[in-house]
């Protein structure tokens, strides 16, 4: 049997934030989520995260998460006093704890499962993961044997000069037996600088003790600040664009776009500089996103072309055109053929196939049939104050510029909307709406210049 225990209680100080490091952002996930995912290929039987600092904020953001049990540890005295706290929950069991830490979220599953696998080959009572660093500096020494057993490891500080030229290093990672943990985690003492108790002190107290060398230094990379968030943030998303290029994803400038690890892309995708997606988009076989382009939580379908737009919880059929500079908000879909143009909000909307707006339109709250022409300046007025209200525009039908549809209202198919007209009642099908004053012109109402009057008197 397999338990996974992540070690979250720490209160991250030099975060500089109110938020618990542990629930920082990280490419669309929490690093304590990122940390939980890596491991579950490993189909662990038990799921433990040791809570401390906002607990509370920590359990809520969480409780979604089945199978996930909140261990409290308060105070917050090190990992071997984190550790500790498992005595009781895990009281009986029998079989591995892989401790893992929430400020870790580099891992890759293959690491994990290289490392139980390690573990249980060996028949060791614990297996660690070990790093080599081009800069070791302030990290705990490992000294092992060509077969990678563990002889010992010696904090920076306490090491001679020899043994500081020694490059690898304990990541933090570790697999017990639980058994022969639980053992000897009552005898741990705080006799150190910082008066703590510190599960690294287990591997002196466990026989035989095994280590497995990461190949990627990055995946075992910590977060405690802003830059190493950065850091990290800077290979997840290296990692997410290798990948999906190697899918048949081309960008033009990777290192200027950023993806969600929940994008997905079909092939011959075309992405140009500063493009950026959030949440669970997917982006069809064929389109052209960008550049300057925002997709949050919206699906496009093949064959799509965006330009300089924002697209949030939207849904896009194969084949339209938006931009540059449009808007579509939550709860629009555009149906295949779809264009819309420069300076465009759509929101919860749709529009059938077809349509157009292609200038300086707000259509919100509507129902579109399928070849509509908006012309530029159309606004859908759906706000009376209080509520919102739907305007709906029947198959074929097109608004001249600069005209106002004051919802509820509904136009029939095939319906002519005159320039600058505004429109309060529901039109018929096949025809002519005008909504607008007489043009009245007062000759010579502006007086002339003095010249001017001269030419006319003259």
């Known amino acids: 049997m397999l338990a996974v225990a992540v070690l979250a209680a720490g209160k991250g100080t030099r975060m500089k934030s109110a938020l618990p490091k542990v629930l920082q952002p990280l490419a669309g996930a929490t690093l304590v989520e990122r940390v939980l995912g890596s491991c579950q290929r490993l189909a662990p039987d038990r799921q433990l995260l040791v809570v401390g600092h906002q607990a509370d904020r920590v359990e809520r953001t969480l409780a979604g998460v089945e199978g996930l049990e909140f261990v409290l540890q308060q105070p917050q005295n090190g990992t071997g006093h984190a550790v500790q706290q498992l005595l009781g929950p895990l009281q009986g069991f029998e079989g591995e704890l892989l401790v893992l830490n929430g400020d870790v979220p580099l891992l890759r599953p293959e690491t994990l499962e290289a490392l139980l696998a390690t573990h249980r080959d060996s028949g060791a009572a614990v297996t660690l993961l070990t790093a080599r660093l081009a800069d070791p500096s302030g990290y705990g020494r490992v000294f092992a044997d060509g077969a990678g057993q563990v002889s010992e490891i010696v904090e920076h500080r306490d090491c001679t000069g020899d043994q500081l030229t020694n490059t690898l290093t304990n990541a933090g990672i570790y697999c017990f037996d639980w058994q022969r943990l639980a053992a000897v985690l009552p005898s741990l003492s705080t006799d150190n600088d910082q008066g703590e108790l510190y599960l690294t002190d287990t591997v002196a107290l466990l026989r035989p003790a095994m280590h497995l060398e990461v190949g990627d230094p990055d995946e075992v990379a910590g977060i405690n600040d802003r830059q190493q968030l950065a850091h990290c943030e800077a290979v997840l998303q290296d990692r997410l664009r290798r990948h999906w290029m190697a899918e048949g994803v081309s960008f033009t400038d990777p290192a200027s776009c950023t993806?969600?690890?929940?994008?997905?892309?079909?092939?011959?995708?075309?992405?140009?500089?500063?493009?950026?997606?959030?949440?669970?988009?997917?982006?069809?076989?064929?389109?052209?996103?960008?550049?300057?382009?925002?997709i949050e939580n919206s699906q496009l379908g093949a064959g799509v072309e965006v330009i300089h737009s924002v697209l949030r919880d939207s849904r896009v059929e194969d084949g339209c055109a938006i931009g540059p500079f449009a808007q579509l908000r939550a709860g629009t879909h555009l149906a295949a053929g779809c264009r819309i143009g420069n300076f465009v909000e759509v929101k919860n909307s749709r529009l059938g196939e077809g349509c157009k707006a292609n200038h300086l339109s707000y259509l919100g709250d509507a129902d579109l049939g399928a070849d509509v022409n908006i012309g530029a300046g159309t606004i859908t007025a759906n706000f009376d104050g209080v509520r919102k209200?739907?305007?709906?525009?029947?198959?074929?039908?097109?608004?001249?510029?600069?005209?106002?549809?004051?919802?509820?209202?509904?136009?029939?198919?095939?319906?002519?909307?005159?320039?600058?007209?505004?429109?309060?009642?529901?039109?018929?099908?096949?025809?002519?709406?005008?909504?607008?004053a007489r043009q009245l012109v007062k000759e010579n109402w502006t007086p002339l210049a003095p010249r001017q009057q001269q030419q006319v008197a003259g």
């Open 389 to 436: 209200h739907r305007t709906v525009i029947g198959g074929g039908s097109k608004t001249g510029a600069n005209s106002v549809l004051v919802a509820p209202i509904t136009l029939g198919a095939g319906v002519t909307v005159g320039a600058g007209s505004t429109l309060t009642r529901d039109v018929p099908a096949g025809a002519l709406a005008l909504g607008r």
């Open 259 to 294: 993806l969600s690890e929940h994008t997905r892309f079909g092939r011959d995708v075309l992405v140009e500089p500063q493009c950026h997606f959030r949440g669970a988009s997917s982006i069809g076989d064929g389109c052209r996103i960008g550049p300057g382009c925002l």
